[in-house]
């Protein structure tokens, strides 16, 4: 069954690449980005923590691998990112919320509500502190590169 919701997620993440034309080549390995952020979100709701902390961690190896890979195929880590994330976003919590409020249920709304909000706030911060902190070692390395070649 794993396999199968894998299979899905490639070919979602693949679908989306396709809608933002992303180039041919390099749709593979976004789809690779969504998938390998989707099932470390799935592992760690698995193993019993919050979906807010799953996406969290799910967000930040999807900004991590984008970033491997916009340097190793010297590209924009956008075209990873994008089909990477959309995965991630809790557009069945969306759903639910909005059901609970049709039907009048506004506690449940509003509690289903709030953890899509928050959800979507752990996959942001994520992607964003994997990005910096990436570039952030990246110019230490840089800088510490430079401080050698001048002795």
Avoid: C, H
Avoid at 32 to 50: A, D, E, K, N, P
Avoid at 118 to 146: C, M, P
Wanted: no cysteine.
């Amino acid at each position: 069954m794993l396999l199968i919701k894998l299979a899905a997620v490639f070919i979602m993440s693949n679908a989306i690449g396709i809608l933002y034309r992303i180039p041919r080549n390099l749709i593979v390995y976004a789809s690779i980005t969504g998938m390998t952020g989707w099932f470390v979100t799935y592992l760690v709701i698995s193993s019993g923590i919050s979906t807010i902390m799953a996406n969290f961690l799910g967000s930040m190896v999807v900004g991590v691998l984008s970033e491997v890979l916009a340097r190793v195929l010297r590209k924009p880590a956008t075209i990873f990112i994008i089909p990477g994330f959309i995965p991630l976003v809790p557009g069945r919590e969306a759903y639910t919320a909005m059901l609970f409020m049709v039907k009048g249920q506004y506690t449940n709304g509003v509690a289903m509500g709030m953890l899509t909000l928050l959800t979507g706030g752990a996959i942001a911060f994520g992607i964003f502190v994997s990005s910096t902190l990436f570039r952030i070692l990246r110019a230490a390395k840089d800088e510490q590169a430079e401080s050698e070649g001048q002795r």
